[in-house]
């Protein structure tokens, strides 16, 4: 019912910058919050950054200052820039949505498939 694609991961070097994109699409009634999340390996998945539909957004303290999420509403797109890259930011990041698809009573988590970002010289 609802796809959540992720693209733009892949090799940064320690203090560059990698941009990820997330566009959902199908029977999107509307579109809530949104956010990134990263599971490194052997980890648990994390909280790297959400964002409501109205602009207001949330970041991990190990991100702060380095990453920024916004949104394109008209493409239901949610984007991460992240500067400043270091190695333990080194995951596969998950794009995240809260929506209410056509017909439905509620609002339901959706997720991406996962994209590395691998950040080493």
């Known amino acids: 019912q609802v796809q959540l694609v992720e693209s733009g991961g892949g090799l940064g070097q320690p203090g560059g910058s990698l941009r990820l994109s997330c566009a959902a699409s199908?029977?999107?009634?509307?579109?809530?919050?949104m956010g990134w999340y990263r599971q490194a390996p052997g980890k648990q998945r994390e909280l790297v950054a959400d964002?409501?539909?109205?602009?207001?957004?949330n970041y991990a303290d190990s991100v702060k200052g380095r990453f920024t999420i916004s949104r394109d509403n008209a493409k239901n797109t949610v984007y991460l820039q992240m500067s400043s890259l270091k190695p333990e930011d080194t995951a596969v990041y998950y794009c995240?949505?809260?929506?209410?698809?056509?017909?439905?009573?509620?609002?339901?988590?959706?997720w991406g498939q996962g994209t590395q970002v691998t950040v080493s010289s």
């Open positions: 995240n949505a809260l929506v209410m698809v056509i017909g439905a009573m509620s609002a339901k988590n959706y």
């Open positions: 199908g029977s999107i009634f509307s579109l809530y919050a």
């Open positions: 964002i409501t539909r109205s602009g207001s957004t």
